[in-house]
């Protein structure tokens, strides 16, 4: 008679202590509804700026094209949803995430570590460098020979945090012009209204080559950079199946293919 009810204080205990470590666990488990959130809209809102080309512009018809509008596009089909494309204010974009506005920032966003603290970052899908354009006929070879002259960038883009990590390079401009996109800031260097323009690479030598302007990049660049997809902070199950979605373009070419329209070559490093 002891035995049984030793053995049934046991049971009793063993029953509360799993019942305890599961009402626990339920209650300090978080649940992450990212990729059902989209699925159950039917819709994935893509923040972008539209004047940022090859990544994401808009065309002669106002159309919003571009390689990341392209990928995105494979990606959402993948998915099972609708791709809405929504220009943002770039100064704004994690406002945009937090509000849910969009979905996720997918434009030629560079990583850095304050996007890292403020967002979910996707693996990185394309390298870049932070470059100067200048004119070609005004013999800037060096970043030496910008001592004293002006450099204009994209307020809120990762061109300013490249120009901080060269505070002596900085010391030596004459000013530096924030302006509301590249696009802009390129429309002011072709005016001679400032000497050099810092921003992405891939964007310029798109730009360059498309609108043949007679500008020039200067071999010495000011960061090395990696291109990734941003979403709200802990949206990690949207991640992972956007993350997927891009393994399943590449494997079958699509990705490449894109790539190829945009760069002449496959320019990306998903595997």
Same mark, same amino acid.
């Given at each position: 008679?002891?035995?049984?009810?030793?053995?049934i204080?046991?049971?009793?205990?063993?029953?509360s202590?799993?019942?305890?470590?599961?009402?626990?666990?339920?209650?300090?488990?978080?649940?992450d509804?990212?990729?059902?959130?989209?699925?159950?809209?039917g819709?994935?809102?893509?923040g972008?700026?539209?004047?940022?080309?090859?990544?994401?512009?808009?065309?002669?018809?106002?159309?919003?094209?571009?390689?990341?509008?392209d990928?995105a596009k494979?990606?959402?089909?993948k998915?099972g949803?609708?791709?809405?494309?929504?220009?943002?204010?770039w100064?704004?974009?994690e406002q945009e995430?937090?509000?849910?506005n969009?979905?996720?920032?997918?434009n030629?966003?560079?990583?850095?570590?304050e996007?890292?603290?403020n967002?979910?970052?996707?693996?990185? &899908?394309?390298?870049? +460098?932070m470059?100067?354009v %200048?004119?070609? @006929?005004?013999?800037? *070879? /060096?970043l030496?020979?910008?001592k #004293?002259k002006?450099?204009?960038?994209q307020?809120?883009?990762?061109?300013?945090?490249?120009?901080?990590?060269?505070?002596?390079?900085?010391?030596?401009l004459?000013?530096?012009?924030e302006?509301?996109?590249n696009?802009?800031?390129?429309?002011?260097?072709?005016?001679?209204?400032?000497?050099?323009?810092?921003?992405?690479?891939v964007?310029?030598?798109? &730009?360059?080559?498309? +609108?043949?302007?007679?500008? %020039?990049?200067? @071999?010495e660049?000011? *960061? /090395?950079?990696?291109?990734a997809? #941003?979403?709200?902070k802990?949206?990690?199950?949207?991640?992972t199946?956007v993350?997927?979605?891009?393994k399943?373009l590449a494997?079958e070419?699509?990705?490449a293919?894109?790539?190829?329209?945009?760069?002449?070559?496959?320019?990306?490093?998903i595997?």
């Amino acid at each position: 008679m002891k035995a049984k009810k030793v053995i049934i204080i046991l049971l009793v205990l063993i029953f509360s202590v799993a019942s305890f470590a599961a009402c626990g666990g339920q209650s300090t488990k978080t649940t992450d509804e990212s990729l059902k959130y989209i699925q159950d809209r039917g819709k994935l809102i893509m923040g972008l700026d539209d004047s940022f080309p090859p990544m994401g512009f808009r065309d002669e018809n106002n159309e919003i094209v571009g390689f990341d509008v392209d990928v995105a596009k494979a990606v959402a089909e993948k998915l099972g949803v609708e791709l809405v494309l929504q220009p943002i204010d770039w100064n704004a974009k994690e406002q945009e995430l937090a509000t849910k506005n969009i979905d996720c920032i997918w434009n030629g966003m560079s990583v850095n570590e304050e996007r890292k603290k403020n967002m979910t970052l996707s693996a990185a &899908y394309m390298d870049n +460098n932070m470059a100067l354009v %200048v004119r070609a @006929d005004e013999g800037i *070879a /060096t970043l030496a020979d910008m001592k #004293g002259k002006s450099l204009a960038l994209q307020a809120g883009s990762s061109a300013m945090d490249a120009l901080d990590g060269k505070a002596d390079f900085k010391a030596e401009l004459k000013e530096v012009v924030e302006l509301k996109d590249n696009v802009q800031a390129l429309m002011n260097l072709e005016t001679k209204a400032v000497d050099a323009v810092l921003m992405d690479d891939v964007v310029a030598r798109y &730009y360059i080559e498309t +609108n043949k302007k007679p500008f %020039v990049i200067v @071999d010495e660049t000011l *960061a /090395t950079e990696e291109y990734a997809i #941003g979403f709200r902070k802990g949206d990690e199950s949207l991640k992972t199946a956007v993350e997927d979605a891009l393994k399943e373009l590449a494997k079958e070419g699509k990705l490449a293919e894109i790539a190829t329209k945009w760069f002449g070559s496959d320019i990306t490093k998903i595997k």
